[in-house]
């Protein structure tokens, strides 16, 4: 059964933003996942995959970016365009938020992002040496943000070949630049799949993303030996 998040808010840009806390009973510091939803708002969505990696210990924070514009959806380009400045300090500041969670690993920090929410990701990412993984599902690297990165950071391309709405150039392309910078990654492009997966193809994203997530989180690197958590 899926878990009953905890809501909790801090500020960003003046506004009291929402954040979703689903929270494993642990007295240790956990590796921690910031999840951010696409332009259709649905939070709701988020319950499951949320769910899934809290039980598997993580500890997983939904955050309510469109708090930051009083915002519902973001359908068309114009309200993007303007608003995703905002978003990503948004998601910047709840880095920083989590950070001090008493819960969460400052040193193991992942983005998770779909769609809208993918973008946003690997913006932040791209600037943020606090953020060590990126899971992206049918998103991509904003061009302009080409001209701002500092870094990246190891990567999971999720996307699906035949997205009307998010092409699957936007994979590609991000692929090629994570090679440029020999950033490790990996990458599923489901073929015949749309924006937005059917059940056996979320499936198997999902344990893609666990499997990529821990291998991240867990098997952080310390001085002189390796350790998982």
């Known amino acids: 059964m899926p878990l009953i998040p905890s809501q909790l808010t801090f500020d960003s840009g003046g506004k009291s933003i929402r954040i979703d806390a689903y929270l494993p009973g642990s007295d240790s510091k956990l590796p921690a ?12 969505g988020m319950n499951g995959p949320a769910s899934m990696l809290a039980e598997q210990g993580f500890a997983v924070f939904v955050l309510h970016y469109f708090d930051r514009t009083d915002t519902t959806q973001a ?27 008493p819960q969460a690993d400052p040193e193991r920090i992942g983005l998770l992002g779909f769609s809208l929410g993918a973008y946003l990701a690997l913006s932040v990412a791209a600037v943020d040496s606090r953020v060590k993984v990126v899971v992206e599902f049918f998103g991509g690297l904003p061009k302009e943000m080409k001209f701002f990165m500092r870094r990246l950071c190891p990567t999971l391309i999720l996307h699906g070949e035949a997205d009307a709405i998010v092409p699957v150039a936007e994979a590609y392309d991000l692929q090629k ?3 440029k910078k020999n950033v490790a990654y990996e990458m599923k492009i489901y073929e015949g799949v749309g924006h937005g997966f059917d059940d056996a193809t979320w499936r198997d994203a999902g344990l893609r993303s666990l499997r990529f997530l821990q291998k991240y989180l867990f098997e952080r690197t310390e001085p002189a030996e390796m350790n998982g958590s």
């Open 33 to 44: 996942v910031l999840a951010l939803y696409g332009s259709g708002g649905g939070v709701e």
């Open 75 to 101: 359908t068309d380009k114009q309200t993007i365009f303007r608003h995703f400045p905002a978003w990503g300090k948004t998601v910047w500041d709840a880095v920083g938020y989590i950070a001090e969670h």
């Open 177 to 179: 630049l994570l090679e």
